[in-house]
Antibody
């Protein structure tokens, strides 16, 4: 089955760019949406954005255009860059697949989507 | 901005109890509402999608209902392994939004 593994620095200096990569194994990156979600200490998850395997993206406006998600289909991986980080960006960062988890009754070719495969998460601390 | 409000923020239950968690949205999400369970130190796990359909392998004591702006997650006959934090999440549009979470403790 599909497995995801995040990698990247655990410590980033304020004002610098956070860079993480998510390796997809056990399946192809084509055909699904691939997401980044973060969870600050003691808080709920926050959706950062996703990318379709074709390269189209959607981002959370709360990040003020600081996030960039890219995909490398040849390497079967996708990546997150978050610029101008501050202490507020300290969190566990997860990559996840937003997959077609089920069909919509009475609507042929339409699906429900859910975050059905997650990486284990990687802790990123922003500090000087 | 779209708001998703979960309640209660925490609850305590005994084994065998039935618990209910609600998720209320500031706009209609039709049935595009998912529920997740998260245990400490682990990633969230998808329990229910489409407001009421159990993801594969999820025990039948979990059930979901609702549509539009009001949704409910019910755990019938709570088991010790059901501890954790539960989140609703809308998949109707972007940005995907999570509820604030409901922490379930087992007495």
């Amino acid at each position: 089955q599909v497995q995801l593994q995040e990698s990247g620095p655990g410590l980033v200096r304020p004002s610098e760019t956070l860079s993480l990569t998510c390796a997809v194994s056990g399946g192809s990156i084509t055909g699904d949406y691939w997401s980044w979600i973060r969870q600050p200490p003691g808080k709920g998850p926050e959706w950062i954005g996703y990318i379709y395997y074709t390269g189209s993206t959607s981002y959370n406006p709360s990040l003020n255009s600081r996030a960039t998600i890219s995909v490398d289909t040849s390497e079967n991986q996708f990546s997150l860059r978050l610029s101008s980080v501050t202490a507020a960006d300290t969190a566990v960062y997860y990559c996840a697949r937003e997959g077609r988890v089920g069909t919509r009754p009475g609507q042929v070719g339409y699906y429900y989507y859910g975050l059905d495969v997650w990486g284990q998460g990687t802790t990123v601390t922003v500090s000087s | 901005d779209v708001q998703v409000t979960q309640s209660p923020s925490s609850l305590s239950a005994s084994v065998g109890d039935t618990v209910t968690i609600t998720c209320r949205a500031s706009q209609s999400f039709s049935r595009f509402l998912n529920w997740y369970q998260q245990k400490p130190g682990k990633a969230p796990k998808l329990l229910i999608y489409g407001a009421s359909t159990l993801q594969g392998g999820v025990p039948s004591r979990f059930s979901g209902s609702g549509s539009g702006t009001d949704f409910t997650l019910t755990i019938s006959s709570v088991q010790p392994e059901d501890f954790g934090t539960y989140y609703c999440q809308q998949s109707y549009n972007t940005p995907r939004i999570f509820g604030q979470g409901t922490k379930l403790q087992i007495k």
